[in-house]
């Protein structure tokens, strides 16, 4: 619209709404937060906050004031509680992650690929999808269920009692964040092979390169941006990972504290080490605005910019931003 | 999904083409299994007794017993209501979903339409509000929410929903492909007010994406298990991931007096609506995910 000027206030009127909400609710709390990380503020329970949650006396706030940056420095040290449940998520972030791409590249390409020509793909996008949208925590209970010292799953593969294991709490958790991630990712890639231009695939076919050839040289350089898109969103939602790992590794995150993540660190000390653990979770911030910060330089010429700079000269192919929900 | 058939290169190898596709339907096969074979497990150990031990591939008869029990005052005493904590799931679902919905739609639309100076930047800052977690400055909230006594409450819970960068992301991306600028001048031309255009004129427009970013508010909102832990201690507030984590706690502190039967009959119940929702409407769900990828 060239000629708003006088319907330029009711686009401010119509954005008063989302501004007051996220200035309530997401702006003064994180202006909160960042002030509590600078003080030596802890707050101890009346009685032990049971497990049904809810704390039973009255809250003893000791608040020693202003502490500079002790509490960064304490949760950076080597056994700092950022940098073990950073490098916990990590972890059960990357067991998920490596092979969800590596499927979900694999899966994309079949499904494209002109002369495969696969059948039932609505059945199986749909099977695959199935498991995003179940409840998180009743996936990762059901696998607790089914892992745990002689349930169904550890009977059937001879009893390894997986969760007692670093490494197999590892992988319960890796394999319920691929499972409930590989359709998803599937899907997203699916849409940028397919925006691919087909006389490509014909001339490579002419010029006669095999399907291996034409994955690396064709379609992988052509999906690039939707691929580290993909990559930093998925890294993104890895450090809000808190559903699956607190449901199998309970507040301790047992085996050995290796299902402790960031985000389980904040639910934990809500209710008493309030200076460290803001401290932490304006870490978790930091980390996650550099990410944001790439993703919206990956979408940039794509969406950001064309959006409304060159407006109505070519409809911008635009990369899909579904997976930002979580 | 047009597209056009290989017409070259077609000859090459047929063998190798068919043994591709054994390999891919093989492989899509397993995935299914294992997508599947936890949910089979689930329903079967749903039927089955106290203590499970092993491995079941067909139905026991407890189907009923443990049913009741999710029903029974044994588990209001222990857990809270079911049916209450299914209601709570519901009201804060819906209510959050409306308002994402409706607001996120508005709030495109201001930027979508109209032109003022800071438009870009408002553009942009939501963009990089929608990368920052929500649980980063939930130490913040919950500090304030207790401090007004808020924390047992729906509140927190549904009016954030007003600001949902994700889905205004959504909507702001369907409107440059689908609302045309000329059927708002249009309306303005009939004398068609603002707001009232946008409720009366671009509303049923957007109903498609509507629709998509509606089931996929619900859902994240009935799994969402980090916010309703942190804020909700009263037992007749708490949702249904809320109560099935402290069934978890309950389970891994005394294994002894656990009933797992009473357990995944619980799980059963608690993904039943949207495993309902998602198979009436998984063709829309799917199509959705890749929504505004596709559209040139």
Not at chain 1, 258 to 280: C, Y
Request: net charge positive; aromatic share 12%; proline share 4%.
């Amino acid at each position: 619209m060239k000629k708003g000027i006088s319907y330029a206030k009711w686009g401010y009127i119509f954005l008063i709404p989302f501004f007051v909400v996220y200035f309530i609710f997401s702006l003064v709390p994180m202006l909160e937060t960042f002030g509590y990380s600078f003080l030596d503020y802890v707050v101890s329970q009346g009685s032990v906050s049971s497990i049904r949650g809810g704390g039973g006396g009255a809250d003893t706030i000791i608040n020693h004031g202003f502490c500079g940056f002790k509490n960064y420095s304490d949760v950076l040290k080597s056994d700092g509680l950022f940098t073990l449940s950073f490098k916990n998520t990590t972890i059960l972030w990357l067991v998920g992650f490596i092979p969800q791409i590596v499927v979900s590249l694999l899966l994309a390409s079949w499904f494209t690929d002109i002369r495969l020509k696969l059948k039932a793909q609505g059945f199986f996008k749909t099977v695959m999808y199935l498991p995003n949208v179940i409840m998180a925590s009743a996936l990762s209970l059901l696998f607790y269920s089914l892992f745990i010292k002689n349930g169904a799953m550890d009977t059937m593969l001879g009893h390894p009692d997986m969760l007692n294991k670093v490494g197999g709490a590892r992988m319960v958790v890796g394999l319920i964040n691929f499972l409930m991630w590989y359709g998803n990712t599937t899907i997203m890639l699916m849409a940028a092979m397919m925006g691919i231009d087909t006389s490509l695939y014909e001339a490579s076919q002419i010029d006669g390169a095999n399907p291996t050839q034409v994955f690396w040289q064709i379609t992988i350089p052509l999906i690039k941006p939707i691929l580290a898109y993909v990559l930093v969103t998925s890294m993104i939602g890895g450090l809000q990972m808190y559903d699956v790992p607190y449901l199998i590794g309970g507040t301790t995150g047992n085996p050995a504290g290796v299902l402790k993540t960031l985000v389980s660190q904040i639910q934990l000390g809500k209710n008493s080490s309030i200076g460290a653990v803001s401290a932490l979770s304006i870490l978790i911030f930091i980390v996650s605005a550099i990410l944001g910060f790439i993703t919206l330089k990956v979408m940039d010429d794509k969406s950001v910019k064309s959006m409304y700079d060159v407006k109505k000269k070519k409809q911008p192919k635009k990369i899909n931003m579904a997976t930002s929900r979580k | 999904m047009a597209r056009i058939e290989g017409i070259a290169g077609e000859s090459d190898s047929q063998t190798s083409l068919k043994v591709r596709r054994v390999v891919a339907y093989v492989v899509l096969i397993f995935l299914v299994l294992i997508s599947l074979l936890p949910f089979y497990l689930l329903l079967i150990n749903a039927t089955r007794g106290k203590t499970q031990s092993g491995l079941k591939v067909i139905p026991e008869g407890l189907f009923a017993r443990n049913l009741r029990n999710v029903f029974s005052d044994n588990f209001k005493t222990n857990y809270g209501s079911f049916l209450r904590a299914f209601a709570n799931s519901v009201i804060v679902s819906f209510f959050a979903t409306t308002l994402s919905v409706y607001f996120s739609a508005l709030t495109a639309y201001a930027i979508h339409v109209y032109d003022f100076k800071l438009k870009k930047p408002i553009h942009t800052f939501i963009l990089i509000v929608m990368m920052v977690p929500t649980q980063a400055s939930a130490i913040g909230l919950y500090r304030m929410l207790k401090g007004l006594g808020l924390t047992d409450s729906f509140i927190p819970l549904i009016l954030p929903g007003i600001a949902a960068p994700a889905v205004y992301f959504f909507m702001i991306q369907y409107m440059a492909s689908s609302l045309p600028l000329e059927i708002v001048e249009a309306a303005r031309m009939d004398g068609c007010g603002e707001y009232r255009t946008f409720n009366t004129i671009v509303l049923p427009i957007l109903k498609p994406a509507l629709a998509v970013q509606a089931i996929f508010c619900f859902v994240a909102n009935w799994n969402n298990l980090f916010l309703p832990q942190m804020l909700l201690d009263k037992q007749e507030m708490k949702t249904i991931p809320v109560l099935l984590q402290m069934i978890k706690a309950n389970i891994a502190s005394n294994p002894m007096t656990a009933d797992t039967g009473l357990m995944n009959m619980f799980m059963v119940l608690a993904i039943l609506p949207v495993v309902i929702v998602y198979l009436l409407l998984s063709k829309n769900i799917v199509g959705g995910v890749s929504l505004g990828a596709v559209k040139g």
